[in-house]
């Protein structure tokens, strides 16, 4: 039993969290949900000690009988990885890329002293064994770096859990993991919280994973747990606004409707995609990567078409292609009739702009608002007079103030600084967007808000998106069609409502079984 | 990891080709040509010819630089036409001083940098930190031919523990040869240490916020605990690039010190072949710390790959 009593942390002085109550039985998941920034990850850390520098906190944290926030350095070292594991989000980090799997399993064991050196990569064997890898396929002696996401995820889980502990933490453990991934790794936590009597605290974003998981769920909002109680009756009350909040921005439906015409201004026919595969001998050259293959779709005016599919698929590869800074092998790409190349005329390439994931990393940081969203317009003959006049026109229609030009980057969130990178490709008023991830780094309430934001633009400028996500909730919300593509081809593709309802192809079928969901008929009581 | 050593012992031997051709190039372009030089302004044209023949400097440009080179190969470096003694021996005569000299300066260095980095990072943002970085800071800013001066005042003139300068030869004996080299290492190292404690201490501290430091520290491991057995190896990477570095900046950029010190070495040789135009001594003595510059960096090489498995699987 894990009881937290009116837990409170400032950090240099700041509030992060206040008066957070919590109680997990033993064997049961607790799911921890709410926005970044909103406390979950340092509630976690807190209940480790393992705050930033800086970090006070008051209150109790018991384990069974001992208050942990008493113990010191040395006994919560002790206590760390033996009584409360702890797994991360970011599994591609998250181990040593200079150990191999079997040291860093082992080593848990090590420390606490719990089994002798002899004995250690026995016992990790068995823990590598138990988190689903096993030894034909994933030896001791394999390091990080020749493991997926998904099997890194694992081998993180075997080092927490190798001793048993109470208490397993999991922070967004499956956040970064495609759906089909993510369902394995979340099927793998229950299963070990039930047969290792564990308990788990799941802290995540996203409802509709606590939904599938948790007995018991608490919502997270600047540091305050607003609401909690047994999964299924809060999901069905929900009592405080900000519960509901986050529940409708999540399966967020912006209210658009389709106005395609029949024109193709985007036509991929047979597209082929290589790349050379690194050499394994001296004089024999490995047979190339086929990333796109055979891929062939189109795009018509002002509509909508979603290209859904797991990481390494081939979307990335097929967006670069597309947007004529990669070249294909075979096959064509024809954008309002003209090959993409090099001598695709100016006014072609300028019709198609793109807006990438990483609201953060896509901006020059020492450049003003003004001249980043002004930036495309050194693909046309001279800057027009008027650019200031048509930047902030630009920021307007995205929802930002003209005034925002002469600010620096630095100085916007994650959400605005994606509105921000929407009216950089609206500034030459293109025909086709490609929206590559574009909402996948943004917390649900902005992701909400960004997509009635496309929405509404679609509607007014007659825009076409090509909407590249892993994330088929959002697909579904935003796209008249949608192509799945698995392995560099397209396996299937049609009308979104069509191809969600029924799917046709075994993989299409897999993405959807995978992809955690909220119970119908708990949101069906909710709304009536 | 032995293909990864194949792939770059090949490119090394690659590298070394191509830097001969260029060595061999810039000597050919440097105006002044080494018989008309030896011989003086008032040679008859005939008298040049004929030494240019005795020195083997006649034939076509190809025919020389395979005649020089295949005498690299074979050690047959030519002959020196100030010392007149083959240029094999001059270098033999000096490698044995540089080399121990290089050598004793980058121990000294790593074992001042090592535990200075570590401490550092260690305690960082604490007094110790402050003291050892401002410290660091005096090393790199102090010439270092003026702290070889300091030495010589406090350690052989006023205390008497070394001599002056000069050195002794290996036949007398490791000790009296390394006792030597002491104060000359010390002077080289100090420089050396600091920017290596320096870059010891920031990568120790990059590598700390990884978040497997921070998966380390969820398993139960102390600070110190995550500090030595996840990020030293880790941080060794920049490292051993900057250890890698100072092992040929040491190896001929040690003339000061030598002419502080008295001490006849590698460097000392190549500033008396450039000032007495005595080219066949410049070109053999560059090809060679080209030569042990470029084996240095496949070692550095072939350590990254022993630190990082990540690296021998890519070719």
């Keep these: 039993m894990i009881d937290i009593r009116n837990l409170t942390l400032s950090i240099h002085g700041t509030d992060i969290l206040h008066d957070v109550s919590l109680q997990i039985p033993q064997g049961q998941i607790f799911g921890l949900v709410g926005e970044s920034g909103s406390g979950k990850s340092m509630t976690a850390l807190a209940l480790m000690q393992l705050l930033p520098q800086g970090g006070k906190t008051s209150g109790q944290v018991m384990v069974d009988e001992t208050d942990v926030s008493t113990l010191g350095e040395a006994d919560m070292c002790a206590l760390r990885g033996n009584e409360i594991g702890m797994i991360f989000q970011e599994p591609m980090t998250a181990l040593n890329p200079v150990k191999n799997i079997g040291d860093q399993v082992a080593e848990t064991l090590l420390i606490h002293g719990q089994a002798k050196k002899s004995e250690a990569h026995t016992k990790a064997r068995a823990m590598l064994d138990r988190v689903g890898l096993p030894a034909d396929r994933f030896p001791l002696t394999r390091y990080p770096h020749e493991l997926s996401g998904g099997q890194r995820q694992r081998v993180c889980i075997a080092m927490a859990i190798a001793l048993r502990p109470k208490l397993l933490i999991a922070d967004e453990p499956t956040t970064a993991l495609d759906v089909t991934t993510q369902a394995q790794i979340l099927d793998l936590l229950q299963e070990l919280v039930r047969e290792e009597n564990m308990s788990l605290l799941l802290i995540t974003h996203d409802l509709a994973v606590v939904a599938g998981m948790a007995d018991h769920v608490a919502v997270m909002q600047n540091g305050v747990i607003v609401e909690q109680g047994q999964t299924e009756h809060l999901f069905r009350h929900m009592t405080h606004p900000y519960t509901r909040q986050l529940f409708e921005a999540s399966s967020h439906q912006p209210d658009r409707d389709s106005d395609s015409k029949d024109a193709p201004i985007l036509e991929v026919i047979n597209a082929v995609r290589e790349y050379k595969a690194p050499r394994t001998k001296l004089f024999h050259t490995a047979p190339p990567i086929r990333a796109v293959n055979d891929v062939s779709f189109t795009l018509k005016s002002g509509e909508s078409l979603g290209l859904v599919g797991e990481s390494g698929c081939g979307k990335s590869t097929l967006t670069r292609a597309i947007l004529g800074l990669d070249p294909v092998q075979s096959g064509e790409i024809k954008l309002f009739g003209h090959a993409v190349g090099p001598d695709l005329p100016i006014k072609q390439r300028a019709a198609i702009q793109v807006v990438f994931q990483d609201p953060y990393g896509s901006f020059n940081p020492r450049w003003k608002v003004s001249r980043l969203v002004a930036e495309p317009f050194h693909m046309i003959d001279a800057l027009p007079t008027d650019w200031r006049e048509k930047v902030a026109d630009a920021l307007v229609s995205v929802g930002m103030h003209a005034d925002d030009m002469d600010k620096y980057i630095h100085e916007f969130s994650g959400g605005q600084r994606q509105r921000i990178a929407i009216a950089r490709a609206l500034i030459l008023r293109p025909e086709i967007i490609v929206l590559d991830e574009a909402v996948s780094a943004l917390d649900v309430s902005i992701r909400a808000q960004i997509l009635d934001l496309l929405a509404y633009l679609q509607k007014r400028m007659g825009l076409a998106y090509l909407f590249i996500s892993h994330d088929l909730t959002v697909v579904r919300a935003i796209t008249d069609r949608v192509l799945v593509m698995q392995a560099g081809k397209i396996v299937e593709q049609g009308e979104t409502e069509q191809v969600f309802d029924h799917p046709k192809h075994p993989y299409t079928k897999q993405l959807l079984d995978a992809a955690p969901q909220i119970p119908s008929d708990w949101q069906e009581k909710k709304h009536a | ?315």
């Design chain 2, 1 to 315: 990891m032995i293909r990864f050593a194949t792939f770059r012992l090949l490119s090394l031997t690659l590298s070394l080709i191509a830097a001969s051709i260029v060595v061999f190039a810039v000597i050919e372009i440097i105006p002044g040509d080494t018989a008309s030089y030896m011989l003086g302004l008032n040679a008859t044209p005939e008298a040049v010819e004929a030494l240019r023949n005795q020195l083997g400097l006649s034939g076509s440009i190809p025919e020389r630089y395979i005649a020089w080179a295949g005498g690299l190969l074979t050690g047959d470096f030519g002959q020196s036409y100030t010392y007149r003694v083959p240029v094999s021996e001059l270098i033999l005569d000096r490698i044995w001083i540089s080399i121990p000299l290089t050598l004793y300066a980058l121990i000294l260095s790593t074992v001042i940098a090592f535990p200075v980095g570590l401490i550092s990072a260690a305690r960082r943002g604490k007094l110790s930190d402050y003291s050892i970085m401002g410290a660091t800071q005096l090393g790199i800013a102090i010439p270092n031919f003026w702290f070889a001066m300091l030495l010589v005042l406090i350690f052989a003139v006023n205390l008497h523990w070394f001599s002056a300068g000069g050195f002794p030869g290996w036949a007398g004996g490791f000790w009296p040869a390394t006792k030597a080299l002491t104060l000359p290492a010390i002077a080289l190292a100090l420089p050396q240490a600091s920017i290596l404690a320096r870059v010891m201490r920031s990568s120790l501290l990059e590598t700390l916020t990884q978040d497997y430091i921070r998966s380390a520290r969820a398993k139960g491991l102390t600070r110190g605990q995550a500090l030595r057995r996840h990020a030293l190896r880790n941080a060794m990477i920049p490292v051993l690039t900057i250890i890698g570095m100072q092992f040929s900046f040491l190896l001929a950029g040690a003339i000061i010190i030598e002419n502080v010190f008295f001490i006849p070495g590698l460097g000392k040789l190549i500033f008396q072949g450039i000032t007495q135009r005595d080219l066949i001594v410049v070109e053999s003595t560059v090809m060679l710390l080209v030569f042990a510059v470029i084996l240095v960096t496949f070692i550095v090489d072939v350590a990254y790959a022993a630190v990082d498995p990540r690296l021998r699987t890519r070719k």
